[in-house]
């Protein structure tokens, strides 16, 4: 097994001058992970936090990185577990702007798409690994409405209707401990993130044994 | 400035197999802190979850180790932050069972002792140092009525009427991730819970101008 | 405007003794709002908590009382708020067993059928009117994957494939005050929760322009 | 037994426009408890939320009232409990200006005075008598270090060195659900935050035996 893998994080959004997603993938990039089966290699991308042009950003990144798996990971503030995704839904529905003022408000991310994409992520067993590897981890089934929904229902769109040999989802990471120094919130460090996506990455390579093996371009 | 501090942790208590004061205080044991102004010199000490038998273990490695700063470490499950107490006061009263099975409800920890001690620390500057370091933090105006708070009062006690030249306090910590891996909780990594106690320690050393330096015994 | 509403509670489940939405709903039995536009006539319904039979005994309730409008409400112990679901999906995933002793891990509610309905209800306006009367609400994004969104993804398809006259959808209550005399939990009181289904209903009938007036039996 | 009790509330504070601890506290103006021992005479005062004047018009309303029990009531915003205060601290730390600009910061209440004072009401079996009642309710370890606590100790003091024969003592109250209806926050109704103040001063009463009955002024 030979496995490529993209990995997104969004730029900093909502008055936060850091992106735990962002600062997390950056740590993964150009890495390659080792496993019982072979390699993972990883490549990684910043996504603008806007609607429309970061679901853009990712169909151009998957098409230079030709990837069999795409992570996109979010910040999901006051969140204690690490959470990857069961569902996105077809709304965008924003209580802030996003980075370019757009905020949209019950509008279809897809005129005419299905009501909701489910992850092609095995969500459970990630969970399984996170919490047996002592990181608090928990399925959710909401990615809410803002641009973290927006992406991962997009980038399933892509993979339905484009890119159907990829398997793609969606990860939460909760707060970096910088970002809540003085505010009553969960957090969890930097390093344990990355550890958290280098199994999440690990652990969806190892149980999607139909992945298609990309031929080609470096990532 | 060549400073002796004695650091103590609980031992796991309430059905817990670990305590993240006990794991922090052991990665502390027998280290030595560089300060702009001086060494501090780290000892560490094993606290039974008991009432009456923390304080006399308390006092046992007080004499032993004769240190110029005492501080209490124990943990709050569910806080977000590291927490410096402001204040103990003078009563037991415990919801679970402590580690001998004693449950006391609503007595007082000195017979005729004042109802509350302050700390000794400088606990705001330990937070403006925490914060400083990205760690979340803040002062705690309660350690509760279970064994924490009863070792808080017994060392402000001892500290109070036998160890006039030794400063003290009590900091609280929250759960380690791998207690809460599945549970709706908080948590601190362990590597971020140490960082924390150097920082406080440190701080505590460098804003206890009147310490008296002891003389002797290793600790 | 004549309209009927049937609005159903879960029999309690998971240790409780009560069940909120079973309380409010007892207490909605038989009543008729007035509105500016006409008179509304409420019907009730208990309901298992079951998989699988609660929705027979749902449809089974809507045969009976041919409604205009059916709206499910449960119980969300923990949150602050009046929440109007927004989506239902097709999903069962129980953390705990149900009253008959089922407990489905991953298993689709109608084989075949679409990832998620919407809501019929207006969601956005019963919040707004919520509020305005002073009530703690928001719209939510995840009934969960227990009993309550199978009910929803029930009722959903029921009025998609068989019943396309009629509005529905499903309204998450918090803990009773009663229920959490000891736990750190949120709730709301029965009278405040009763005051806001009321609210949820009306709204519902006054911004409904095209349901369609069933005629026939009283409900 | 004929009991005098005066019942006091803050007024609005912090950006709030109302508080519930003034609107309970108008609620009972006036009123007569009727106990199995006897009667229960409530006399009320608005207190300006204010370090320092809150004690100077707390100590005038006591010498009109000349009442037996006192007890001051305060908003816990985020609490989800009636919490009767266990012990009030010797400091003033505010983390926002009071109502007319102050903001003392780890400034003793009375200089000299003891770290901290007991409550001279039965906390415990208040509790037990509102979570018979349905309410949830809890002791308290700390009333903060801002006006609340201020007056807490404030009267503790005065009753120690004034009127030792008056029983004292405080009790939080959540935000009403009206403060809160788009935030994450608990609240409690106002006819339950009332009724738990009946069962808190009616508590008080019957398990004070010592009263000292007060002859002479109407309250």
């Known amino acids: 097994m030979h496995t490529r893998v993209l990995v997104t ?3 900093p959004f909502g008055g936060e001058t850091v992106n735990p997603a962002l600062e997390a993938v950056k740590r993964l990039e150009g890495r390659t992970l080792e496993t019982s089966e072979g390699r993972i290699q990883l490549c990684t991308k910043a996504i603008p936090t806007v609607f429309g042009r970061s679901v853009e950003v ?5 098409e230079e990185a030709r990837p069999d798996v795409v992570i996109c990971v979010g910040q999901a503030g006051g969140r204690h577990h690490i959470t990857p995704e069961r569902v996105a839904i077809n709304v965008d529905d924003a209580r802030i702007p ?3 003022g757009q905020q949209p408000v019950d509008t279809p991310i897809v005129a005419g798409g299905p009501a909701a994409y489910w992850t092609a992520l095995p969500v459970k067993r990630i969970v399984q690994s996170l919490q047996a590897a002592g990181i608090p981890a928990s399925v959710s089934n909401t990615a809410g409405t803002y641009v973290c929904n927006h992406i991962f229902y997009g980038l399933m769109h892509l993979l339905s209707t484009k890119y159907q040999t990829i398997r793609g989802g969606f990860v939460h990471i909760p707060f970096l401990p910088e ?3 003085d505010k009553e919130a969960s957090s969890m460090s930097l390093e344990k993130i990355v550890q958290a996506l280098e199994i999440a990455i690990t652990t969806t390579a190892l149980h999607t044994t139909d992945l298609v093996i990309a031929a080609g371009t470096e990532c």
Chains 1, 2, 3, 4 share one sequence.
């Open 9 to 11: 994080g969004f730029e």
């Open 58 to 62: 990712l169909e151009k990144a998957i």
């Open 179 to 181: 970002q809540v120094v």
């Open 98 to 100: 996003d980075n370019e």
